[in-house]
């Protein structure tokens, strides 16, 4: 095996355990174990989980920043970037479900290590606020409150997920996932709705 394809053995093994366990919940052993390797060999890609845990990060923002960015897109209606970025959006926490519970984590824990995480994979939230400030005809306090209306809308399904699935669906996986999908296009209808009010 070429030490690329260790490297991404490891990186896959790391993202099914803190899917799994979250950041604090996983152990180096059990992502070795996980991976067909040695602790050693893990400790020799990767020195700390904190370091395994930043890759991840950065892999799986990285799927999401080119989602924030088509909210900026003047050449797309508001419909369509909504549309789209919902979409995208939660279509990346489905494939990536230990990442919204991993923030609430941290937020709590550590939000100055979170704001180097988000900076470091190069998003710039400013500059994101004013183009679409400009682009929708909104004032940057606006646009704040529609980002974080419509951030909480896609993640808490996924935050609360043990809990909703059992209330809603009795423990049915399949059921809640159908509601996911669900809600790609119920939240755009309602955020454009709201919109629409103000």
């Keep these: ?11 896959d093994a790391a993202r099914e355990i803190f899917m799994r366990k979250g950041m604090h919940g996983a152990k180096m052993q059990e992502i070795a174990d996980e991976a067909g390797i040695n602790k050693a060999l893990l400790h020799y890609y990767f020195r700390s989980k904190d370091k395994l845990f930043d890759r991840i990060f ?3 923002f990285g799927q999401l920043f080119p989602k924030l960015q088509i909210l900026v897109d003047a050449t797309k209606s508001i419909e369509e970037r909504v549309q789209i970025f919902v979409k995208e959006y939660m279509t990346v926490m489905q494939q990536n479900p230990f990442l919204p519970l991993f923030i609430l984590h941290e937020i709590q824990r550590d939000p100055d290590s979170l704001h180097e995480r988000f900076t470091s994979t190069g998003l710039q939230p400013e500059i994101v606020m004013q183009g679409m400030s400009a682009s ?3 004032t940057v306090d606006e646009v704040k409150m529609f980002l974080v209306n419509m951030l909480s809308l896609c993640i808490f399904p996924f935050a ?7 209330i809603l669906y009795a423990g049915d996986d399949k059921a809640y ?3 996911l999908e669900e809600r ?12 629409k009010n103000q």
């Design 1 to 11: 095996m070429t030490e690329k394809q260790t490297e991404q053995k490891i990186l």
């Design 58 to 60: 950065q892999e799986v």
């Design 136 to 138: 929708l005809d909104m």
């Design 160 to 166: 609360a997920k043990p809990l909703l699935s059992r």
């Design 177 to 179: 996932d159908s509601f």
């Design 184 to 195: 790609k296009l119920s939240v755009p209808e309602f955020i454009l709705n709201s919109l």
